[in-house]
């Protein structure tokens, strides 16, 4: 089997299918920070209804599903193609930026209740979406140094 022309090649395919699927081994890694991600991002949706703030904040209902929702869909993007979500990941952090701030800015004197979910929620979006990024950004440069490296030789 050594002496087969396409040996290197099946070697290599096989390592990036073990390693993630990324040539930098990156993406799995990557998915496991975006799951969690996507869990708290169907929480901010659903969270008037489970916490019950649906009469008392009116205003924050359809804020928090629409944020919720934006969010589940950016993880569930950075999970199929980590390496090109950098972006992504930027943006997910400023939507944990804004759910810290939105009961004082969208709602009407928000109470205990609704200021700790909106700043749980966006803290834990802010660190995973900064780990996002950090990961997309890290298989980004692994690529392109590996790429530079192969245009070499």
Same mark, same amino acid.
């Given at each position: 089997m050594s002496g087969h022309p396409d040996a290197d090649e @099946?070697?290599?395919?096989?390592?990036?299918?073990m390693s993630g699927g990324t040539e930098s081994g990156t993406g799995r890694t990557a998915g496991m920070a975006a799951a969690p991600l996507?869990?708290?991002?169907l929480f901010c949706a659903v969270?008037?209804?489970?916490?019950?703030?649906t009469g008392s904040q009116p205003s924050?209902?359809?804020?928090?599903?629409?944020?919720?929702?934006?969010?589940a869909v950016?993880?569930?993007?950075?999970?199929? @193609?980590?390496e090109r979500m950098t972006g992504a990941g930027l943006a997910i952090v400023a939507l944990g930026a804004w759910l810290i701030i939105a009961p004082w800015?969208?709602?009407q004197s928000p109470? @205990?209740?609704?200021?700790? /979910?909106?700043?749980?929620?966006?803290?834990? /979006?802010?660190v995973l979406g900064a780990a996002c990024a950090g990961l997309s950004l890290m298989s980004g440069k692994?690529?392109?140094?590996?790429? /530079?490296?192969?245009?070499r030789t």
């Open positions: @099946m070697r290599e395919r096989h390592d990036r299918v996507l869990l708290l991002g969270s008037p209804w489970v916490l019950h703030f924050l209902v359809p804020h928090n599903l629409v944020i919720g929702i934006a969010i950016l993880a569930l993007c950075f999970t199929a @193609m980590p800015v969208v709602g109470d @205990m209740g609704v200021i700790l /979910t909106n700043v749980i929620v966006g803290g834990l /979006t802010i692994k690529k392109s140094g590996k790429r /530079t490296k192969a245009a």
